[in-house]
């Protein structure tokens, strides 16, 4: 058996097939990334996902055979099968609007105590089981959530790989099985959810036709096919006193836990329980992340990341702060008139050049991080020493030293492909190459770069910007 695996990861920004070798430590090479993003058709936000595919395909063609390949993707959006496994319309990206409304009906007619009670999920509009009941479900007999749907497209195998199903609203958090009663209350077909399957699994080979197309076959395995768990699973922590933040499009902060945390705080704090791998609690809330930044950039054709953070060192400290959170936020459009209204509806002076928006971004990024590792530390009891950012966020020195700053807690940045590093080591260990999860950590700690940002600076400006938030 060969030590290579390979990694589909499709972020919400880009996505990538990555090769990685465990032959002598733990070797990691990009075999072909490609842009990803909303699609607007009419008044409907899709993803590309025949695009997305198809450049899978050409990505494994150029990774060249392996032991194994393993399936991760941002979480909550699907696509909806026929009887015959056909695909029914093109997925709908969370960012569409279609949703609107709904999180609020339904909590009106379920109660939204008993919705958290069952699934221990945040609300966060694009949740799938808002999305479903938004949905025109005729003709539908399964839903697959994307990297099921790749899956399904690479092997002909169904299922429901169960971290990923744990964002949809619709999972047990106790029991981690479909939670059928809730489903059928909600009125949605219970027949639309594929059996569960846990990371490690072997899917099955694959289709004639891929392997034709790529020109090597090997085996599915399931991996914690949501981004996020394969990017816990990789933090390179070496005890438990540790908070995460996978940082890219979103950033993911919370802490690791045993079990779930449920209370009415952890409600109203909106804190989700996902589920980790090997039975773990992902504790987190989502804070809107470098979305703000990408649309930044995406406002101002010709500039360049690293010049504006450049720029972005030298502005004055919290000239405006927003809280990354506003739903405003959440669509794509002009982001720097959004965090302008936002800086004028808060009685601050809109930034006046890209890099004050860079800067007041990272800043309100930074404070949002506080905020969640803090209450995630209240809400769970959990002693934290060490923050671990991950995700491509992990390259922006600057949020990484004003994390630490903000939070007054170290921050350990890297890997910014952590969720790769999750999604092979998944597929290792299932190998019988690694033993454990503790062991998956050690190997990433002991063969990545990382760096250490002690805080710094002045934390008592840190704390009154916080409070111009609150
Ligand atoms: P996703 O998986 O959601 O698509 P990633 O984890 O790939 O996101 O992170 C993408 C983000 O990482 C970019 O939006 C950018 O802000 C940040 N990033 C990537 N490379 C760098 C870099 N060299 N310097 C600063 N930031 C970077
Ligand atoms: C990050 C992520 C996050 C979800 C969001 C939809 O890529 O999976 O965990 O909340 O996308």
Known sequence: MSRRFAAVDLGASSGRVMLADLSGGLELTEAHRFPNGPVRVADRLHWDVLGLYREILAGLRAAGPVSSIGVDSWAVDYGLLDESGALLGNPVHYRDDRTRGVAERVAASVGAETLYDVSGLQVLPFNTVYQLLADRLDGAATMLLIPDLIGYWLTGELGAEVTNASTTGLLDVRTRSWATPLIERLGLPAGLFAPLRQPGEMVGGLRRDVAAEIGWSAPLRTVASHDTASAVAAVPASGPAFAYISCGTWSLAGVELTGPVLTPRSRAANFTNE????????????????????????????????????????????????????????????????????????????????????????????????????????????????????????????????????????????????????????QARAAGLVSDLAEMRALVASSQPLRRYEPEGDARAWDEAAARLS
Request: aromatic share 6%; charged share 20%.
């Open 275 to 426: 589920a980790g791998i090997d039975g773990t609690v992902r504790y987190l809330r989502n804070v809107m992340g470098l979305w703000l930044l990408q649309e930044c950039l995406r406002a101002w054709p010709g500039s360049d990341l690293g010049e504006l953070l450049k720029a972005a060192a030298g502005e004055r400290p919290f000239a405006a702060v927003v809280n990354p959170d506003e739903p405003v936020f959440l669509p794509p459009g002009d982001m720097p008139a959004r965090i302008a209204a936002e800086c004028r509806r808060t009685g601050q002076r809109p930034p006046s050049s890209p890099a004050a928006y860079a800067r007041c971004v990272l800043e309100s990024l930074a404070l949002g991080h506080r905020l969640a590792v803090r209450q995630a530390m209240e809400l769970s009891g959990r002693d934290v020493e060490v923050v671990h950012l991950v995700g491509g966020g992990s390259r922006n020195e600057l949020l990484c030293q004003w994390t630490a700053d903000a939070c007054g807690l170290p921050v350990v940045a890297g890997p910014a492909e952590a969720t790769t590093f999750g999604n092979v080591l998944v």
